[in-house]
């Protein structure tokens, strides 16, 4: 299997990914997972310039994204998918794409949010995301950098419905 590990972080690459997660788990490749990124030449460049060297970065639509993958396009790498939100793991596991754990990491605050951790925040979607993931049976866990201890997301997560 090619994907090591899947991350949900806001920030997408930054040290903590860039760096700790990378490093952790010997990744070869990341993958950003977002159709808004994809036609964003300015964020494009700064993904990589924020890149590791020796890495390589793919910035992919969710269609490509599983295309890629179910084609076996990565399987001699070791990848690490990051996206924003929940609703691009879940349209990658819908496109038939499967991995066992997600890690919650950074979502943004907002006035629409509600807070779960000190860094991740999510909206009443992000909720209904999150339980079809779980439905799906991916494990899901909160663990902002490879020193935290995992923590159980859905039993964080029902302390704020």
């Known amino acids: 299997m090619a994907i090591i590990a899947t991350r949900i972080d806001g920030r997408l690459i930054h040290g903590q990914v860039a760096n700790l997660w990378t490093t952790k788990l010997n990744i070869s490749r990341i993958m950003v997972v977002d159709n808004d990124v994809v036609?964003?030449?300015?964020?494009?460049?700064?993904?990589?310039?924020?890149?590791?060297?020796?890495?390589?970065?793919?910035v992919l639509s969710v269609e490509k994204a599983a295309a890629n993958i179910l084609a076996g396009n990565y399987d001699s790498q070791r990848l690490l998918i990051v996206a924003r939100r929940p609703d691009r793991f879940l349209s990658l596991l819908e496109a038939g794409v499967t991995f066992p754990e997600l890690n919650v990491g950074n979502m943004s605050q907002s006035d629409e949010t509600r807070s779960v951790t000190r860094s991740i925040n999510v909206v009443d979607k992000d909720i209904a995301?999150?339980?079809?993931?779980?439905?799906?049976?991916?494990?899901?866990?909160?663990?902002?950098?490879p020193g935290d201890s995992p923590q159980d997301f859905m039993t964080l997560?029902?302390?704020v419905r």
Not at 130 to 145: E, N, S, T
């Open 39 to 58: 036609n964003n030449d300015l964020e494009k460049t700064a993904l990589k310039l924020a890149t590791p060297a020796g890495v390589k970065l793919s």
């Open 129 to 145: 995301d999150f339980d079809a993931i779980k439905a799906k049976g991916v494990k899901l866990v909160a663990q902002m950098v």
């Open 157 to 159: 997560l029902n302390k």
